[in-house]
């Protein structure tokens, strides 16, 4: 099984103008990703997919790989199946985000395993235990699953609803590293958007409308996803003390 790991990574984000190249700790963002992801052991490659030159260029400038992809992709899916049609070999892609600069290698590695264990598996991404001051944060999105560990559905909303809370209520947040074979990936990028996908702005859910599965496994990662200056100005004060 060849696993690649590719990570989408735009210049003009709307908080954060800029954020793959904001340091941290004197390195890009974008390098410190590609640095985490090239610790994991199964995949082969590991691939920086950018719209912008500069990203591209810094890129090539720590001895990273790179493509370079078109500019009017709506989506982090779309450029990711751009970059999978230049690699008809590979049979998984782990799209890791560009903004999780602190990503554990082996949650990679987890991530691919999957696909080794469960032969008929699409797509998989990973979960952890939210902790209760995130409950009522949109941004801070929900994932409940089946007793094998497939989403059941994604909210920016509080699920389960506690309506009697006991030992069974457990929250989990979504953690947003996702997983899948090249052709399901061909496949999810080519379908049209789905109501609930819009309605709660969730991607992911276009594949849960559409009768498939993703399989979620659990975690006790608990990264900082830099969108804000905020963000970028913990992760670097956590990089200090390391």
Request: charged share 30%; glycine share 4%.
């Amino acid at each position: 099984m060849k696993v690649i790991c590719v990570i989408p990574a735009r210049y003009a984000s709307t908080r954060l103008p800029g954020k793959p190249l904001k340091l941290i700790a004197g390195k890009p963002m974008i390098q410190r990703v590609w640095e985490q992801a090239r610790k994991a052991q199964i995949p082969s490659e590991v691939i920086v997919a950018t719209d912008d030159r500069r990203v591209y260029d810094a890129v090539i400038a720590f001895g990273g790989n790179v493509c370079m992809t078109r500019e009017d992709h709506p989506n982090g899916t779309s450029r990711l199946a751009e970059v999978a049609e230049k690699y008809p070999d590979v049979d998984v892609i782990v799209n890791v985000q560009g903004d999780e600069p602190m990503i554990p290698p082996e949650i990679i590695d987890r991530l691919a395993e999957a696909f080794q264990a469960e032969s008929d598996l699409k797509m998989a991404t990973m979960k952890v235990r939210m902790q209760e001051s995130e409950y009522a944060d949109p941004s801070a999105v929900k994932v409940v699953t089946d007793k094998n560990g497939y989403a059941l559905y994604f909210s920016r909303n509080l699920i389960p609803y506690p309506r009697n809370v006991t030992d069974l209520f457990k929250v989990y947040k979504h953690v947003g590293i996702y997983a899948y074979t090249r052709k399901f990936l061909m496949l999810y990028a080519a379908m049209r958007p789905t109501p609930l996908e819009q309605v709660e702005s969730l991607e992911q859910l276009r594949v849960l409308e559409n009768g498939y599965k993703i399989k979620v496994l659990e975690s006790d990662f608990r990264g900082i996803g830099v969108d804000t200056q905020e963000d970028l100005d913990a992760v670097n004060k956590l990089f200090k003390h390391k």
